[in-house]
């Protein structure tokens, strides 16, 4: 799905702009007031596929500035501008003089994102479908053409076949257009769907061959997280990402209850080659399970629902690993985070515990551990008040501070260490007493 981020102070041609992006071009939206706010979110994400912009917004020189930092960064990223000219034209820039010719917006918007007029009056998708470049990482071959896409010009481009399908490819094949800058790989709209399919079926043979060792598995796992986690927030839930998201959840269950020592098991995770994200998720799920174990909870479901609940918690805060690493009020409030961005830390615990009801093979109860877990009894905002939730969300609150201790002293070139004495003070009641005393337990024995 294009990402495009439109500044429009007029809000009925922000209006009219917004429903025709949306409903005939499919696009990611994402609205920004000005120039400083667009290049804000640029300096993080930087894969936007078009900006829309005024010439001016409450005077601001918001073409300019944004034109500007284009050039100076080398970011080919298209660029349409409303009512004016730019100081300095590039092959990526379109200009509207006319800035309420929203049919005109629309149609620019559509050559530049690859949809031809026929897709566009039909109201499809366009022809091709980017795949992000890392996806082919785990794949020998593909079951479909590649391709690449190679811009022309401010509003066309050329899509070059680069892998036939069937052909034989290696990592390093892939290594190296990564290298060279390539994100994502295009595959025919017609095809995506099978090689979603494709591309899941692979990864779930890879997770669970008996060829593989356990740190092995650990990256093979961890390079599906991010693949089905994206999957899931751009697609929903299907049988392919359902399919991958179980498989995972299931061998976390398993590499617990297989592991002899919980350190063994954090080790081989915190200094795998995976996103902090999985390894956040993974661990929470073993040391979550090591507690349930220690204080004998009786759920029978309980190491499942928490592996679920691990993998699912900052499904929100997808590919913003500054803003999983919030975890209190007062951090929050230091951030000096955008409006949306707070409100998306704010919130995501209730809105990850609504997602996960859509999987309709997560165990029951999962959906409240989520809302739970920065310990909010309605999944908005944090507290540390957590003695009147359930146990199975206490164990994953205090599982979850614990791990994002240890990540912090990784990354701050520390060793990690046990963080107990800061997790009594954080949660001062009894009942956190008892679970914070059984990691004790498990922590001492292995020293």
Known sequence: MAQVILIESNKTMNDLLSINLTTYLGVDLIHRKNAQEALNLLAILPSIDLIITNTQVEGEDSANLINSYLIENNLEISLIVLGGKLAQSTDHSVTIQNDKDWEKVISTSAKILGINEEVLAKKAIPDYVQVPARYFLNLESCNCDVFIRIKKSATEFQYVK????????????????MDQGLEFFHVPKEHHKNFAIFLSNKLVDKIDSPLLNETQKIQIMGESYDIATKEIMNYGFNSETIQLTDTI?????????????????????INSKTGTAYQRSHMTSVVACEVIKNLKLPDPLANEKMAFAAFFHDIMLNDRDDLSKINSFEELEKSQLSEEDWDLVFNHANLASQLIKNHNEAPVGTDEIIRHHHGAFNGKGFSNAIEKLPDLSKVFIIAHHFVLELIKFKENGGEPKPVTEELFKRYPSADAAIIIKALERTLKKKK
């Open 162 to 177: 680069r892998i036939h399908n069937g052909d034989q490819f290696s990592k390093d094949s892939i290594m190296r257009y």
């Open 249 to 269: 959840i299931d061998n976390m269950v398993k590499n617990f209850e297989k592991s002899p020592e919980m350190s063994n098991l954090l080790h081989k995770v």
